[in-house]
């Protein structure tokens, strides 16, 4: 705990007779107790020295430049009370980027030394699903979980949940203000502007729009048009709870542009919430109930810091990759992992990049290289961006291998998932959902890997369930038991695309495939690429089983077996139907699997520290 027992601030008799004013430099030594809202032209606190908020007051403190922590800087405010650090004045034009050191210009919150940041705001629940439809014009929500600490006053954003073949599906939010909290029941400020339909995707799961609380008692910002960072570096552990970073990640011109304009890009290593290269000392971090909104760069970053676990966390309109560290410097170059990063109950929410043609592959949480990773119970919504982009993308040169389980992607721009790597460890998907989105539920590729995807409902996804660029690498990639509902948006529930490499199978084994308009599997690789290996095995059909592009070359091998059946046959174009499968095969006959999936009503419960 943090000695509440300083100096206060407010007593000339501390500054030996001067209180500092919004142009002074100010420098702490010793114990102060900020009693009062006050404005600097900087602040730093010097190791043995320490910063606390009065916990019993709504104070704000403004700084025009930097506010640097080596000793201790704390805003634990209780009961009703809120603690603001407020960056007023930044000139994003002037910002350099970099790493380790603190830069006059970038103007921000850094943590450095042995420094030691509390930020530790009420506890409440980050965000609760809608227990029905909502249509518009209704002023009151129905929750499916209590809303443990929601107060009148505090923001809300409504997610979209409405089918990709109408306008502006993924973009479809509501932001409204709570004025009432009764039980279950939510009442607004003002009527919903939008319809959010409760969506029964199959294999037992009918959710309703995540309703996010993106208000906390801890908050630190800067402005709509000068927008700050946080920045850590400390060797020691911070504790970051239920605190909202707004106005965050500078942007800067770039030498790039669009239809004629100049656009921006991000400024490296100032993001939203940023451990910066702690290596081991960041391990046993805890950042939960933490958002990051109208955030022009990355949220979330535990870039080269191992250890850290986000739980319950919101990125909402967020630029840029939301849960991301810096990536490699070319397709050549390995990224640089970070272990252990675990993301539980996290949502990535209205991530994008203007102009949205320049966000080819953005996303919602990268999954990138480090071992021990997980992502669990995790939701990825209204990603914008163009070719590539997803919720979650496991990304180029950037292999880790994670617990995935329990995630959903709903109406995103393009996909759920996207994956785009040739893989040296063997993947598990399982329990994933994606609906409404307006590509495909999975894009998997690159060229070689070993996936299995296992127990995941795949439902009204415009392109179709699943895009399959891939063949295996040695056990190959395996889809078994899925539920893949194209619920008349797609002619196919699975394509094929170019094959790069010749590789092992791909294996779509005991799913449900149905709702499509056209065939339940299309093979449709081109003629430039490698030919079709693909094993259809004890699979259930709503129509049409399968459909050969006649553009495309023979396939290499494109076995069928239905349910009941021991032996398989060959499908070709020459022959449409053939003799039994020349290979081994696991042992028939097989039913198809309907998956039994359950997800939470809510965001994992979080605490204050004790």
């Not at 102060?32 to 916990?55: K, W, Y």
């Not at 810091?305 to 490699?328: L, M, N």
């Not at 259809?536 to 059909?541: A, G, K, P, T």
């Not at 059946?565 to 499968?581: D, F, M, R, Y």
């Amino acid at each position: 705990m943090v000695d509440s027992g300083g100096r206060p601030w407010s007593d000339p008799a501390g500054w030996k007779g001067w209180a500092p004013d919004p142009k002074s430099a100010v420098r702490i030594s010793d114990k102060v107790l900020l009693d009062v809202d006050a404005a600097v032209g900087s602040l730093v606190i010097e190791p043995g020295g320490s910063l606390m908020f009065a916990p019993d007051r709504s104070i704000t403190l403004a700084s025009t430049g930097n506010v640097e922590v080596r000793g201790i800087l704390a805003l634990a405010p209780d009961g009703a009370a809120v603690h603001t650090l407020r960056f007023p004045s930044v000139d994003e034009r002037r910002f350099q980027g970099g790493g380790m050191t603190v830069v006059d210009t970038d103007t921000g919150l850094w943590v450095t030394g042995s420094g030691y940041l509390r930020l530790d705001g009420a506890a409440k629940t980050a965000w609760v699903r809608a227990a029905d439809t909502l249509k518009a014009g209704d002023t009151a929500i129905a929750l499916a979980a209590e809303p443990a600490g929601w107060q009148v006053g505090d923001e809300l954003a409504v997610t979209p949940t409405g089918t990709p073949d109408k306008e502006d599906f993924s973009a479809q939010y509501d932001l409204r203000t709570v004025t009432a909290v009764d039980g279950t029941t939510v009442t607004l400020d003002r009527p919903l502007a939008y319809a959010h339909p409760r969506v029964a995707a199959g294999g037992g799961l009918t959710l309703g729009a995540e309703v996010l609380n993106l208000t906390r008692s801890v908050r630190v910002e800067g402005t709509p048009d000068g927008r700050a960072h946080v920045h850590l570096t400390g060797s020691r552990r911070s504790d970051v709870r239920h605190a909202a970073l707004r106005w965050m990640g500078p942007r800067k011109p770039g030498r790039e542009t669009w239809a004629g304009a100049p656009v921006t890009e991000a400024v490296l290593g100032r993001y939203g919430l940023h451990f910066h290269m702690l290596a081991g000392s960041s391990r046993g971090t805890v950042v939960e109930g933490v958002v990051v909104r109208d955030t022009g760069s990355h949220a979330f970053v535990p870039h080269a810091s191992h250890g850290i676990t986000f739980r319950s966390c919101i990125s909402h309109d967020t630029w840029e990759d939301a849960y991301w560290w810096d990536g490699p410097i070319d397709t050549r170059t390995p990224q640089g992992p970070s272990d252990d990063i675990a993301y539980e109950s996290c949502v990535a929410s209205r991530t994008r990049l203007e102009p949205n043609p320049r966000a080819y592959r953005l996303t919602g949480f990268s999954l990138g290289a480090g071992k021990g990773g997980v992502a669990r119970d995790c939701v990825a919504v209204g990603v914008q961006g163009a070719t590539g982009a997803s919720g979650y993308e496991w990304p180029e040169t950037s292999e880790g291998v994670w617990t995935f389980e329990r995630c959903l992607a709903h109406n995103n721009l393009q996909n759920g998932i996207f994956v785009w790597l040739n893989a040296e460890h063997h993947h598990t998907v399982t329990q994933f959902a994606a609906y409404h989105n307006g590509g495909w539920g999975i894009e998997h590729g690159a060229y070689l890997n070993d996936f299995d995807y296992t127990a995941s409902v795949l439902y009204g996804n415009a392109a179709g369930g699943v895009a399959v660029h891939a063949l295996g690498r040695d056990k190959g990639t395996v889809f078994d038991g899925l539920l893949i509902d194209a619920a008349g948006q797609s002619d196919y529930a699975v394509a094929t695309a170019k094959h790069q490499l010749a590789g092992e199978p791909v294996t779509i084994g005991r799913c449900r495939l149905t709702g499509y308009r056209k065939a339940g599997i299309a093979f449709r690789a081109t003629r430039d690429g490698q030919p079709d290996d693909v094993l259809v095995l004890d699979c259930e059909f709503g129509g049409e089983e399968v459909w050969l592009d006649p553009q495309a070359g023979e396939p290499k091998r494109i076995l069928l077996r239905r349910p009941g059946q021991k032996e398989a046959t060959t499908i070709a174009h020459a022959s449409g139907s053939a003799a039994p499968a020349p290979v081994d095969l696991p042992a028939g006959p097989r039913k198809p699997v309907t998956p039994a999936l359950t997800f939470t009503s809510a965001a994992a419960g979080t605490s204050r520290l004790g």
